[in-house]
């Protein structure tokens, strides 16, 4: 909609996710993990954005968003905001509930997802409505007043807050259950309010939960595990719980012609469990991926091995570790290597197209192992083989274990 500069009226709502500021004020895991739960969470909300409601932006812990409230719109706005806020609260339950159940982490942000609360604030009035990049922004008295409406009194830490003017428009199934509380600010003074406890409001869940929030121990366990060679990447001397370059291609009894042919910049980062190349030889002219390519080590030694007519594609998730992938590649003049950027369960490649799929440590570090194996079999040509080096066990890994983060990473 193009710029205005006249007021409009309009209904604003903000729902934020109370308790974000304790997670961001603690170590730096907490806060790391904190922003992928808060992420989710706000997702769950924006999924339940819908007619009437708009949304103008995301500030850091909460959405705000906002209805038209004028030419005639306020019918619409009476029959389906009370639903739309009951998604809120319901969608948003659903989400912080999975997420409690499937954290990985000891750090305080995954221990205290369940505590996690929603609080929505509604007002009537209006504002000023332009446009910008696609995003609706909104000015005014108002939409101030709305802000300030989260630093209030209410003794709960979830519950749904209307203006006198916003439940005009917002009519709720059970008004008696209300109470009513005058807040006081510099500048506007008293504000009568009405509050609904959050346990009250009468909620729905369209998608129950949120897709997605029941992959957050995936999604902690991908972030550590990046943050982790991306350490190996930048500084591969520092020492890790595993070992890394030339003393583990030796330990490995990795072909010292192989080992030579590597630029340094691919061999010291280098950190893997065995040899994918001894269970088969590369066929010349193969099509080859390396899954978990690294600084490219491993992938360098296939390209060497397929050939001009052949092609060898690296992917790593860590953009330190495949920028030391290209580099070695540019540095050893291959021309036939590429590296891109992408993950074990959603290869960056058309089906069928490898005729071998290395990966040398990689397959220990998924958590969703089918997943990973039934993408490798989508990308493998008729008649094509795994080459898998990695870590396996023969006694069921305990459930405590799968669930500590800390195991993943070392």
């Known amino acids: 909609m193009p710029p205005s500069s006249s007021m409009q009226p309009v209904l604003l709502l903000l729902a934020d996710v109370g308790g974000y500021t304790r997670f961001m004020l603690e170590h730096r895991k907490a806060q790391e993990h904190g922003q992928i739960i808060i992420a989710t969470l706000l997702d769950a909300i924006l999924s339940q954005a819908r007619a009437p409601v708009e949304v103008s932006r995301l500030e850091g812990d909460a959405v705000f968003m906002f209805a038209r409230d004028g030419d005639g719109a306020r019918e619409e706005i009476a029959r389906a905001l009370p639903e739309r806020i009951g998604a809120f609260f319901g969608e948003f339950e659903a989400a912080r509930d999975v997420l409690a159940g499937t954290a990985i982490c ?73 109470e009513r509380r005058v807040e006081t600010y510099p500048d506007i003074g008293e504000v009568e309010t009405w509050v609904l406890a959050g346990e009250r409001v009468e909620r729905s869940c369209p998608t129950c939960a949120h897709p997605g929030s029941s992959g957050l121990a995936h999604r902690i366990i991908r972030r550590e595990v990046q943050g982790e060679y991306r350490e190996v990447a930048r500084h591969p001397d520092r020492g890790f719980h595993f070992h890394t370059g030339r003393d583990l291609a030796r330990r490995l009894a990795y072909a010292a012609e192989d080992v030579d042919a590597v630029p340094a910049v691919a061999l010291e980062s280098f950190a893997g469990t065995g040899i994918p190349f001894s269970l088969g030889e590369i066929p010349v002219g193969a099509r080859v991926v390396d899954v978990g390519c690294g600084s490219g080590f491993d992938t360098l030694i296939a ?16 953009d330190d570790m495949a920028r030391n992938a290209r580099a070695a590649a540019s540095e050893a003049g291959l021309a036939n290597v590429a590296i891109a950027l992408g993950y074990a369960e959603s290869l960056p490649l058309p089906d069928g197209w490898a005729h071998v799929i290395l990966s040398n440590g990689a397959l220990n570090l998924c958590p969703d192992k089918p997943a990973v194996l039934a993408e490798w079999h989508r990308a493998l040509a008729p008649g094509g083989r795994l080459q898998i080096a990695d870590i396996s066990v023969e006694r069921p890994v305990p459930e405590e274990a799968k669930g500590d983060i800390d195991l993943w990473t070392g």
């Open 303 to 318: 390209a060497r091995r397929v050939g001009d007519r052949g092609a060898v594609i690296g992917v790593d998730m860590t």
């Open 106 to 178: 000891r750090c305080s942000a995954c221990a205290n997802v369940g505590s996690l609360e929603l609080k929505v604030i509604v007002h009537a009035g209006e504002a000023v409505l332009s446009s910008h990049a696609g995003r609706t922004d909104l000015h005014g008295v108002d939409v101030i007043l709305a802000h300030r409406l989260l630093k209030n009194t209410v003794p709960v830490d979830e519950y749904l807050l209307l203006t006198d003017a916003a439940l005009e428009a917002v009519p709720l199934a059970d008004p008696a259950a209300l």
